[in-house]
């Protein structure tokens, strides 16, 4: 089992910055990937980014692309979130998720890629 925390959630102002960051606990050595996701109110949940073991491989939504960068701690257990010029449609529960054992041919876009998610942080962008 995993267990994910995710912090740095709050309340900023457009174009505006935060961080977040979410820490993995319990059977880390087995996560190949993990991710970022949101769940703008009223809408589905959404990919954000992901980060994979495997060369410290990254892919972005193209919402986020040249505005938020995803990284890794030295320990590989901890995933940030740089987010950067903050509009207001990046209102949003963000939601950490963790990818330890391949469950079916899933794309890593998709939330049934990964075993296991955090509880989520709200992040409010004000106009």
């Known amino acids: 089992q995993v267990q994910l925390a995710e912090f740095g959630g709050g309340l900023v102002q457009t174009g505006g910055s935060l961080r977040l960051s979410c820490t993995a606990s319990g059977r880390t050595q087995s996560i190949f990937a993990m991710a970022w996701f949101r769940q703008p109110p009223g809408k589905e949940r959404e990919f954000v980014t992901v980060n994979s073991n495997s060369g410290g491989e990254t892919h972005y939504a193209d919402s986020v692309k040249g505005r938020f960068t995803v990284s890794r701690g030295n320990a590989q257990n901890t995933l940030y979130l740089q987010m950067e010029s903050l509009k207001p449609e990046d209102t949003a529960i963000y939601y950490c998720?963790?990818?330890?054992?391949?469950?079916?041919?899933?794309?890593?876009?998709?939330?049934?890629?990964?075993?296991?998610w955090g509880q989520g942080t709200q992040v409010t962008v004000s106009s």
């Open positions: 998720a963790a990818a330890s054992y391949y469950s079916g041919n899933h794309h890593y876009t998709a939330g049934a890629y990964y075993n296991y």
